[in-house]
């Protein structure tokens, strides 16, 4: 039984660029985690889902999806040394609240039948009903009850945990930059669809140019900012591993010196 969740600030990250990637449709992923002690979820990495069925209020993943995800955690396992899993889902609440709709608390104890322990978070943004841009998430899971609706939701405690030094850790590194493939191959996908049995030349143009603008769209908001955070990233990297070698350098001379006066 969860008690309490700790969010990984890196899977923070992770989760938030993919809510913020769009504000028209809602967005959504799996949680890669691990249950401790049976009562702290522990969630280390996100993993950003293709949306099957691009309407406003449903989120849907189809079963490929979800046996690519428990891929990906069986290769965290061995990557990380420790049994990780998929332990929730997350997805995005443009423009309102952070409330879980009705189809959500479904949705939610239809995963719980499988997995008790599943979480949902839940990402409020672009929320113009109060003007400071604030984002908002929370943690929930499904309960039965005696009457109509058959299920409400529970809040779970929820906490951000800083990574070590403020770092994206190797793996939500890479899930990061996974965020722009899924963006592009759903853009791709409708696109496509589109065109099929498409006769009309002025409807073949106009799909066209609405796919350019989605992709010019994407990199604008999505892979650029992630390009330049990452740089930013290397060069505070390349700083501390600098300040190391030469913390290292020191230790050893002083070493060297203690063994010539001994
Ligand atoms: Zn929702």
Request: proline share 4%; net charge negative; aromatic share 6%.
């Amino acid at each position: 039984m969860v008690h309490y969740v700790e969010l990984l600030s890196d899977a923070y990250l992770v989760c938030m660029s993919h809510a913020l990637s769009t504000e028209k449709e809602e967005v959504m992923g799996l949680l890669m985690g691990e249950l401790m002690d049976n009562k702290l979820m522990c969630i280390i990495s996100a993993y950003a889902m293709r949306r099957s069925d691009k309407q406003a209020d449903r989120v849907e993943i189809s079963p490929e999806q979800l046996s690519a995800a428990a891929i990906e955690a069986e290769r965290l396992t061995v990557k990380l040394g420790r049994p990780v899993r998929v332990v929730g889902w997350y997805h995005s609440h443009p423009h309102i609240t952070v409330w879980p709709s009705h189809v959500d608390v479904g949705t939610q104890a239809d995963y719980q039948m499988m997995d008790p322990n599943f979480i949902g978070l839940i990402f409020s943004c672009f929320n113009e009903a109060d003007k400071k841009q604030r984002v908002q998430v929370i943690c929930f899971q499904s309960i039965a009850t005696n009457s109509e609706p058959r299920y409400e939701h529970i809040q779970l405690p929820l906490r951000v945990l800083p990574t070590p030094r403020a770092t994206v850790g190797a793996v939500c590194l890479e899930a990061l930059t996974h965020l722009p493939q899924i963006l592009l191959e759903e853009e791709k996908e409708v696109y496509t669809k589109s065109q099929e049995n498409q006769k009309d030349l002025l409807a073949l143009v106009h799909n066209s140019g609405v796919y350019s603008q989605s992709l010019t769209h994407m990199l604008q908001v999505v892979a650029t900012p992630l390009m330049q955070t990452m740089e930013r990233e290397l060069e505070a990297n390349r700083i501390t591993l600098e300040e190391l070698r030469r913390k290292k350098e020191k230790l050893l001379e002083t070493l060297q010196q203690l063994d010539s006066s001994s």
